[in-house]
Every structure is written in C-alpha cells, then in structure tokens.
C-alpha cells in the first residue's frame, strides 16, 4: 500500500481543551509538536513528532494513547526526533474489523510504522502493555538481523512474572468481567476516577487533564471495544514474550517503575531485569504505573540520562 503521510499545518492543534498543557510546555520557537497521520497495511495511524536527533518512538500502553506523553515529548525533544504513535484502534487511529490485536502483531505494525518514515535506525519506548509491544518488536529485529533498533526503555512492561496481570486479564474477558471492565471504562462516567486512581499511588497526583484526556478514545474511536480485543490474547501473549526475552538480551535496556505499581508490580522487575546483558533499572519511589504523569521531571531525567549514556 503507497505511504501516505500528512501533517497537520503549523504548530500541534490540541484534540480538545484538555490538550492545552501540550501547547503551554512547548512554546513556539522551541520545538513544535506536529500532527501526522499515515496510512499503514491495517489501517489509518495519528501520530505525533517532535524534536532532532536519533529517532524515539513512543508505545503506549492499554487504553492509553499519544496523549500519555504530553508531559515528556518537549524535554525529550531536545535529545531525539521524538514520534508518538496511537497505535492503530487507540487513541484517534482508525483500524478496521478483524485487526490482529495481539502483541505480535502490534509489534508488527510498529515496525512498519518505521519502515514508512524511513527510519536508518531508532530507539523504541514502551509502556506496560506497550512495554510488551516494544519486546516483541526487538525480538522480531532479533529474528530478522534488522538492527536499526538500537536501544529499549521500558516502562514497567507486562511481563510473564506480574502475578497481577496474570489474573486481571483473563477475569476481565469473563462475562461479568466484560459487564465490570465495559462499565466502568466506557459507560459510567462517575466510576472514572476510581480506575485512573488505582495507575497512581497519590490520587492528588492525577493531571487535571487526565480524566477527559483519556475518555477521548472511548467516545470517539471505540477505545473500549480494541483495549477487549487485546485482552482476548493477553494470556498467550505472555507466553510468547517469555519465550523471545532470550532473543533480546543485548539490547541496551532501561527498566523503569514506580515502587506503589498496583498494576504491573515492581517484584517482577529482577525476573525480567535477569534476561539482559546491558541493563539498568531506575524505581521512583512513592510512584506508581504511570511514572511520566506522576513523575514527569523524575521520569525525563532518567530518560535522558539513559540516551546521553548508553552510546550516541
């Protein structure tokens, strides 16, 4: 299929009022946020870029989307040529009926998604569900000799030794699972709190923005119907993470969690962190499955510090 890209004009528009935070971090002059969408094998991607230098392409995790990085895409800017993607079904990208929804196959699109810009080479980022995606994308480089994929950071990433997620998951794509997880994300507004409350360990700590910020996918892009998709494969993709964590040791690692992780817990951490060569894990501490919206000062440093340290 003919790659098509096109850019919203001028500086980043914001979805919504809620957007605004995006806009007052990152003045004009500095480096401008830029609005892309791209149309790939399965579907139309929105995504954001900013920045110069090595490129970093950001994976978000369940239910969230390019949104998740308002408040680290103008400090990393300044280190990378930053892209932000919503993955196709999240956030404000479109995906048809039938998309290939597990790990693999997202993994599968992120690299396509670098194939279409072009990318010599890149970094990859992912966040709990999107720290998996990022794992299997390097497994895949692995497999494939393809050795653009220079460095991983991964951000409390479901794995196979998360007891938590384990259990959640499989109850959630239960018939009274599907009626609690439906309900709460999709229908009831006033139980919105409760399940962005349970991502931070200090619900004072929760962004003004959030709430609104991530309904937005749900009302307009049936963000609840993908995020169930996913879970549908959530078991058999843990399996296969475990089986291709061998095939990635030698990428420079950055693990990266929150000490109050209620989602994806921090015990899981050393299994994982054992699987690399070249690694180095940073715990926030008081912090939970959100670090960068938590602990976005903390988060950036640690972030920019890996990319200054761990080879040009």
Request: hydrophobic fraction near 40%.
């Amino acid at each position: 299929m003919p790659v098509k890209a096109q850019k919203t004009a001028g500086k980043y528009r914001p979805e919504s009022e809620m957007d605004k935070s995006w806009v007052e971090q990152n003045p004009v002059g500095t480096y401008p946020i830029e609005e892309h969408w791209i149309d790939l094998a399965g579907g139309r991607m929105r995504y954001l870029k900013a920045g110069s230098g090595r490129p970093l392409i950001l994976v978000h995790g369940l239910m969230g989307y390019s949104f998740s990085w308002r408040f680290s895409m103008p400090a990393l800017a300044a280190y990378a040529t930053v892209y932000a993607i919503d993955n196709l079904g999240a956030g404000l990208s479109i995906a048809p009926e039938g998309l290939d929804c597990t790990v693999r196959g997202t993994a599968e699109r992120v690299l396509e998604f670098a194939d279409a810009m072009g990318l010599a080479e890149f970094d990859l980022l992912g966040t709990s569900h999107g720290g998996g995606v990022a794992i299997m994308a390097a497994a895949l480089c692995a497999e494939r000799h393809d050795k653009r994929l220079r460095r991983l950071i991964l951000v409390a990433p479901v794995n196979p030794w998360s007891a938590h997620g384990k259990r959640l998951a499989p109850f959630l794509v239960t018939p009274l699972g599907s009626i609690f997880f439906r309900n709460t994300i999709e229908r009831w507004r006033a139980l919105d709190y409760l399940w962005l409350r349970r991502l931070f360990s200090d619900g004072a700590k929760i962004p003004p923005d959030s709430l609104d910020g991530y309904r937005i996918p749900v009302l307009r892009n049936h963000g609840f119907r993908h995020a169930s998709h996913i879970l549908q494969s959530w078991t058999a993709d843990l399996a296969e993470l475990e089986a291709v964590l061998p095939k990635i040791r030698d990428y420079p690692t950055l693990l990266v969690w929150g000490t109050k992780d209620r989602a994806v817990q921090l015990q899981s951490a050393e299994p994982l962190r054992q699987n690399f060569n070249d690694v180095k894990l940073v715990a926030f501490d008081g912090v939970g499955h959100l670090p960068y919206e938590e602990a976005p000062e903390e988060f950036n440093q640690a972030l920019i510090e890996f990319l200054n340290e761990s080879g040009k």
